[in-house]
């Protein structure tokens, strides 16, 4: 072999080694970016389950506070124990500020104002409670809100 064919040749394998490392760590990006998307997968799989979960929650809890008799009160206070368990197995987490709590819009909907001028921007009342999976909100809390005005 030539001297000029040896050089030749430890220029490619220079070039072929770089090129392999480049490679290698695109590999190691796309792995890594698929683990955090399979993650976000299993984290909000059940959200389109639980929206369609929680308007029943939202029915049995107004059934338990009308119901006039003490077996029906008990037959849904042990189905809401049971669903409300599930939806905290799946990481879901209720909304539901307290009063003169600070009005938060990635959390809370506000649906009408309450003129207070010395406490604005506060939650006043809570029409519906909201709820979210991890740090997802599914349905924000309808609120009523402070105002000056």
């Known amino acids: 072999m030539k001297q000029k064919d040896v050089k030749n ?43 369609n979960i929680i308007p029943i929650v939202d029915s049995l809890e107004i059934t338990f506070r009308n119901a006039l008799d003490q077996n029906t009160k008990d037959g849904i206070s042990i189905t809401l124990k049971i669903i409300k368990n599930n939806l905290k197995k799946n990481n879901v987490k209720k909304i539901n500020p307290k009063k003169y709590e600070k009005f938060n819009p990635f959390l809370h909907q506000a649906i009408l104002k309450i003129k207070k001028p010395k406490k604005p921007n506060l939650v006043f009342n809570v029409l519906q409670k909201g709820y979210k ?17």
């Open 9 to 51: 040749l430890k220029k490619e394998n220079i070039f072929l080694k770089k090129r392999c490392n480049d490679i290698m760590i695109e590999f190691e990006k796309i792995k890594k970016r698929f683990s955090i998307e399979n993650e976000k997968i299993k984290k909000y799989s059940c959200t389109n389950l639980i929206k």
């Open 133 to 149: 999976i991890a740090d997802k909100v599914i349905r924000p809390a309808l609120v009523s809100v402070t105002s000056e005005y």
